[in-house]
């Protein structure tokens, strides 16, 4: 079972930012935080990762809080293009005890951005 | 770069028949290899992962098959395909874990079995 919990669905308007909200209240210390986003009919793409620290790259910035049980995913000026679903992963690193390969998508939220 | 390849893209196959799906990465080496299916509407379930040639682990007991002859090639295979084995078919790599491993997805293969 995923371990996080994210609302099903959520509205943008084009041009504006995106925040999407991820509660992972069990996460563990070793845990990292995933993003992937996942258009109609493509694979899955990652977006971003991150420990503790806020992170940001050319796609988007991710914000833990300090306890760490809870991140948002914020895109900073939502296209059309970035309609997708988003899911958000807690999972230990392999040299951690982490569980080999099984990255373990919940439903995720599907972000539709529209004009 | 790197970059992954499937193929075929799409595939319609009758029940009992054989499958081959196959999966390449480019510009990395020795990467983790994974086999992943997502059932229309649900989540990724994991089906095979390969740290290295032939070595293959299996995530869930079913009729499919996974081997990585090559270091950068990586096949799933089925003798006789069942109905439930309809899904979207999704390969992934990985550079050798540590801290922060992350998988890259690719286009996947949309497999139905009638």
């Known amino acids: 079972d995923a371990k996080t919990t994210q609302p099903p669905s959520m509205d943008c308007a084009e041009g504006r930012a995106a925040n999407l909200p991820c509660n992972h209240s069990t996460i563990s210390g070793n845990e990292y935080v995933y993003w992937y986003r996942q258009i109609h009919s493509q694979g899955p793409q990652y977006i971003i990762h991150?420990?503790?620290n806020n992170e940001t790259n050319e796609m988007a910035s991710l914000i833990i809080t300090e306890d760490r049980k809870s991140s948002t995913l914020i895109l900073p000026h939502a296209t059309l293009r970035d309609t997708a679903v988003y899911y958000c992963i807690v999972r230990a690193p392999l040299n951690y005890g982490g569980s080999q390969g099984n990255l373990i998508f919940g439903k995720g939220t599907k972000l539709s951005v529209k004009p | 770069s790197q970059t992954i390849h499937q193929w075929p893209a799409t595939l319609v196959q009758p029940v009992g028949s054989p499958l081959s799906l196959e999966c390449t990465v480019e510009?990395?080496?020795?990467?983790?290899l994974y086999w992943y299916r997502q059932a229309a509407g649900r989540g990724l379930q994991l089906l095979f992962y390969s740290v290295g040639i032939g070595q293959i682990s299996s995530e869930v007991p079913q009729n499919l098959s996974a081997s990585r002859p090559q270091d950068r090639q990586f096949i799933l295979s089925s003798k006789k395909l069942l109905l439930s084995d309809s899904g979207f078919y999704l390969c992934?790599?990985?550079?050798?874990?540590?801290?922060?491993?992350?998988?890259?997805f690719g286009p996947g293969t949309r497999l139905l079995v009638l």
């Open positions: 991150g420990l503790k």
């Open positions: 992934a790599w990985s550079v050798i874990p540590g801290a922060g491993e992350t998988q890259y």
């Open positions: 510009g990395t080496s020795n990467p983790n």
